[in-house]
């Protein structure tokens, strides 16, 4: 059995890593005594996973989190337990049971949502025209350095975000957009504000972006967008 | 949760969760159920101290109280802190974001000397008056506590009162005592609190004292300005620490910290006798905690925490009664969580090996011991208690297990010190190398050979001494590179002197040297334990301005009578056996430890009216 969970990671703690945010709920679980599996061997680590990796500084109400549990439990049980260990900051928003064999959340996200709330001096009206219409628009991924040469990858922003929503108050823009997970990669909501800044000569201020991730979905058949965990079997918050 | 940090500040430094709280585990509550606020400051970095034991015990204690709310605060770290002067943000507290000045009382834990221009920068940044007799009645008291507590007097114009000793009952009594005084409209003024709290056991208040000095600098006296006031302040110490509470709901952080795992106390005290070392001397006498008292603790913590470690804390956790069966109690209690056993440090002997051995499931980077000295003739000055053949016996059992990278820690500018005890650092290296080999057939031990410099301590026997000048230190440092560079697989690590004599200066400094930290955070002194942000030129500048020189109070050898600057706070050793063992040491005699044999005559059980408590051969 699989303990699915959506959770969130708030405001008050957008700054700790990834991997804090995973021993963080590491201990959680220990604490709430859910029954979670062991992998074998000489160093036994638990076995759990997140969808998918947020960047440090973004809120979301979408972190997937998958338990493999080594006996079975009434859902109700488990989450109760579990609500009662997280820390300020995290929340259940949506849990269910599934199969151990059930395909992995990781796996199964095709895209993520993202709301976007930053200073911009001007109206964006044509610069988000012209990515919207620009064929292609290529953003420089900078992946550190390899024996001494810069190590980077062009990578086609259209090819993740095809649109754009938004609203500007004089002041404030905020930006709606999906970004699609991929097989062979995504791209970050601070890596487009860039692009958007660098190369639309749209006027943010960078550094000051509140960026929330608000989705995080799988895609049927038909490429529509399907939640990751169910609402007919779930418990909802 | 930090309201005023916004997030392009946070972005844009180093570690930001150091900044933003709500970790599992800590406490809020409402305003309007406040009577008493208290800042529990820490004078470093979050991870630090997060780690540090004393402090999670005073938060668990405080917030047990009604209408109290103890909140955290720690050094920002440089880069934070530029971004806040720059915008003009107070530092405020952890919990609920209350600038500093806005709390009735602020205690900064005296670790390290080193810390002491981080308090004068928090109080700064937090809108506190930096010298006590400048604030008004609405301002906070300004307190300390920890171990550099026996010789505040480098803070003594920072600080409105000390707490000498444990701290669990102490800083209740305080709390209480301001909380009725505030309640009754704060008559008096500042004073009256003050001689309300100077009349609790352990409480000292450095503005009650006058210090007169002989024309060449020593002190000729030290009064009380008032009757009432005792002329010697002595610590307070817990009688049996298995009737106290124990915070077994600690906050967990986020991040990882210095010590991320439980922190399970032992015992108090360490009664070995080591002649350079403060803490055997500040914490006696020994006091265990019962081992079924200790189980239960873990078997709350547990739970409570999440972690999966629990490390056994304490000054000297192998001299435990019951660490045995202890370890092995609780090995078996948490099979089924899989939660693992540590040990902080190891005593040198076989022992000690094998139960590192037994409860370290993964080999982890290498074993760490700590000869203190190369020479057996300095091991008997120090009073160390170990001998080459211990270690040899130690490091073959590590060598057995499997082991094969060891650390050592030395130090130099031990008292008597000759350049032979200095070069046998290095013998006594290659000594624990050729042992692998012997054991293993094989060359390639890695040995670690880690060297700090001697700051001679208050209240230890090397009280008196004259620590080594920056020459002598540089020299030894060469002797020591030049002899292990013929070495392979020897790595040689040393502090830095400069820190060391810094240290000296503070750690046996008098009232005088306030003026000096003042000058010296005037001029940008912080984070001075970190040798990035150390700068020697600086402080001696500083010292200067203040019309003093280092010299006085680090290199200078004490005459027999002199009468030291901290003197009238007391961690109950008398003088007369520091003097006793400062004499031993330099004829090289040992003294036993008192713990499970006869009394050495420190005078603190008998003056504080304490004992040993110690369940050897008592178990279940």
Known sequence: ?237 | MHKDLPIDILSAVEKPARYTGMEFGSIVKPEEETDVSFCLAFPDTYEIGMSYLGFKILYAALNGVRGVQAERVFAPWVDMESQMRERGIPLSSLETSRVLGDFDLIGFTLLYEMSYSNILNMLDMGKVPLWARDRQIDDAFVCAGGPCVFNSEPLADFLDFCMLGDGEHIILEVTEAYRAWKKEGKPGGREEFLHRIARIQGVYVPSFYMVRYHENGTVAEVRPRYEEVPPVVYKRVEKDINDLDYPTHPIVPYGDTVHDRIMLELFRGCSRGCRFCNAGMIYRPVRERRPEVAMQLARELVPATGYNEISMFSLSTADYSCLEPLVRDLLQEFREDKVSVSLPSLRIDSFSVKLAQEVQAVRKSGLTFAPEAGSQRMRDVINKGVTEQNLLDAVSAAFESGWSQVKLYFMIGLPTETDEDVLAIAHLAQAVQWQYKKITGHYGARVTVSVSNFVPKPYTPFQWVGQNTKEEFDRKHMLLKNAFASMKNIHFQYHDSRTSLMEGVLARGDRRLSKAIYRAWEKGARFDGWTEYFSFDTWKEAIQEAGLTMDFYNSRARDENERFPWEHTSCGVSRAFLYREYEKAREAILTHDCRRSTCTGCGVCQKLGVRIIDWKGKEK
């Open chain 1, 1 to 237: 059995m699989k303990l699915r969970l959506q959770i969130t990671k708030e405001s008050g703690i957008r700054f700790i890593s990834h991997l804090e945010y995973l021993k963080t709920l590491e201990k959680a679980i220990r604490r709430a005594r859910i029954p979670v599996a062991y992998s074998q061997g000489f160093n036994p680590h638990m076995k759990f996973s997140l969808a998918s990796a947020l960047s440090v500084g973004v809120t979301s109400r979408c972190e997937f989190l998958e338990i493999y549990l080594r006996e079975k439990r009434p859902l109700a049980g488990l989450v109760e337990d579990l609500r009662h260990n997280l820390p300020m900051g995290i929340h259940i928003i949506r849990a269910d049971l599934a199969d151990d064999k059930a395909p992995k959340l990781m796996a199964a996200a095709a895209g993520a949502s993202y709301h976007v709330i930053i200073p911009c001096g001007a109206d964006p009206a044509s610069a988000i025209a012209a990515y919207e219409a620009a064929e292609s628009a290529p953003y420089t991924k900078h992946h550190g350095k390899a024996k001494g040469k810069e190590k980077n990858k062009v990578i086609d922003a259209k090819a993740y975000i095809p649109a754009v929503s938004y609203t500007w108050n004089g002041e404030t823009l905020e930006l709606d957009f999906d970004i699609r997970i991929t097989p062979t990669g995504s791209m970050k909501a601070s890596e487009f504000l860039e692009l958007l800044s660098g190369s639309f000569g749209l006027p943010l201020a960078l550094t000051r972006a509140d960026i929330a991730r608000t989705d995080l979905y799988g895609e049927d058949a038909n490429g529509h967008k399907r939640p990751l965990i169910s609402e007919e079997e779930a418990i909802k918050d």
